[in-house]
């Protein structure tokens, strides 16, 4: 009978301790070296649950960023670094998890409204374009500018100051001003 000799290997770098004290005071050195004691770790939790190579290499990589941005949170007394950033690890695959349900949900709502029909226009409402049509067209040039870039360009406020070159203030007050003109004017008669 042969006598078995158990050897561990020893952990390069240094004792698990001292990495989790040097990330906790904010020393950057410290998240590299976290990353390579604990990142094969992070990265199989998150390739088992998501069973996607890149994806879990998103997650991995936002765990150590969680981590260095959230070092202040990390509590030693309560328990090893590895346990700690096993819980972000399993935040971020359920973030993951829940993106791809809202991606898959959004491919299947653009799929359905590919094979819908539009619906026919009907006559009130090619009336309406017209009469907005009509009372856009007498609204103040600089009125008028913003609402169009904001409605049939789908800018926002800042896009639209970014490009006509007026201030933010200008273009929400233009905003405003427009929208109050268009709604008096286009108001059935006898509402306020």
């Avoid at 604990?38 to 069973?51: K, Q």
């Avoid at 898959?104 to 374009?129: I, S, Y």
């Amino acid at each position: 009978m042969t006598e078995k000799t158990v050897v561990t290997a020893a952990r390069p770098g240094p004792p698990d301790e001292d990495v989790a004290e040097r990330l906790a005071r904010g020393e950057e050195d410290a998240v590299t070296a976290a990353y390579a004691r604990w990142g094969a770790l992070v990265h199989g939790l998150a390739l088992r649950a998501l069973g996607d190579p890149a994806e879990a290499e998103d997650v991995t990589q936002q765990v150590f960023f969680a981590a260095w941005r959230g070092r202040a949170g990390y509590r030693p007394d309560r328990g090893p670094l590895s346990a700690w950033l096993v819980g972000i690890t399993r935040r971020k695959i359920a973030d993951a998890l829940a993106a791809r349900t809202r991606r898959a949900d959004l491919a299947a709502r653009v799929e359905r409204a590919r094979h819908t029909a539009p619906a026919a226009p009907r006559p009130e409402d090619v009336l309406d374009r017209v009469r907005v049509g009509e009372e856009m067209a007498l609204l103040p040039e600089a009125q008028r500018v913003v609402l169009r870039l904001a409605f049939y360009d789908d800018l926002s406020q800042a896009q639209i100051a970014r490009r006509t070159g007026l201030p933010l203030g200008t273009v929400k007050s233009h905003a405003r001003r427009g929208l109050h003109r268009l709604r008096r004017r286009l108001a059935p008669p006898g509402a306020s």
